[in-house]
């Protein structure tokens, strides 16, 4: 009986009423259970257990949630994580989107004037990431970490014994060297 109690709470946290709707919370495997129907607010955090993004149900779970609170997707193997064009996001909302190999769209992003939000999108190298850099600037939003488009970065120099080599986020030094 104690077990039965100790579950239900602990399956109560996971989902949350408040005044946006039902808040949903995914940070291991055991969560991908609940019913996304019900979720309108999603709370992602791939990073606590990296095991999520592998899951059959994992992109059936979050593609249609309309609301961030936090998503945090690392490493997976999605072209994309929503089938919504709008993602709405809330004051404090923190979207962390990082190596996903094969990651191409992203939704746009709404959220609130005078809003917090952060930002740190990286290594994800197949990703057009051209209209969050626009929306990011124009409204200013600080410490936003985003990548150019594509993994696009500033090309850096380095020597390899007596050779210029080009190196790049989509090249490995081995690519250069004369063999």
Same mark, same amino acid.
């Given at each position: 009986m104690t077990l039965l109690v100790t579950g239900l709470l602990y399956s109560a946290a996971l989902i949350i009423e408040n005044c946006a709707g039902t808040t949903c919370t995914v940070t291991n495997i055991s969560h991908l259970e609940q019913d996304p129907t019900k979720c309108s607010v999603l709370h992602?955090?791939? =990073?606590?257990?990296?095991?999520?993004? @592998?899951e059959d149900n994992f992109y059936d779970f979050i593609k249609n949630i309309g609301e961030y609170e936090t998503f945090m997707l690392r490493g997976s =193997?999605?072209?994309?994580?929503?089938?919504?064009?709008?993602?709405?996001?809330?004051? @404090?909302?923190?979207?962390?989107?990082?190596?996903? @190999?094969?990651?191409?769209?992203?939704?746009?992003?709404?959220?609130?004037? @005078?809003?917090?939000?952060?930002?740190?999108?990286?290594?994800?190298?197949?990703?057009?990431?051209?209209?969050?850099?626009?929306?990011?600037?124009?409204?200013?939003?600080?410490g936003a970490r985003v990548q150019r488009p594509f993994g696009l970065f500033k090309t850096m120099?380095?020597?390899?014994?007596?050779?210029?080599?080009?190196?790049?986020?989509?090249?490995?030094?081995?690519?250069?060297?004369? =063999?």
């Open positions: 992602l955090n791939t =990073y606590l257990d990296q095991r999520i993004v @592998g =193997y999605l072209r994309n994580f929503t089938v919504l064009d709008t993602i709405k996001l809330h004051n @404090g909302a923190q979207v962390s989107i990082t190596e996903n @190999g094969l990651l191409e769209k992203l939704p746009k992003f709404e959220w609130n004037s @005078g809003d917090t939000v952060r930002f740190t999108v990286a290594e994800n190298h197949n990703l057009d990431t051209t209209e969050l850099l626009k929306q990011v600037k124009a409204r200013k939003v600080k120099l380095q020597i390899i014994p007596e050779f210029w080599v080009k190196v790049s986020s989509k090249f490995f030094v081995d690519d250069f060297l004369p =063999y």
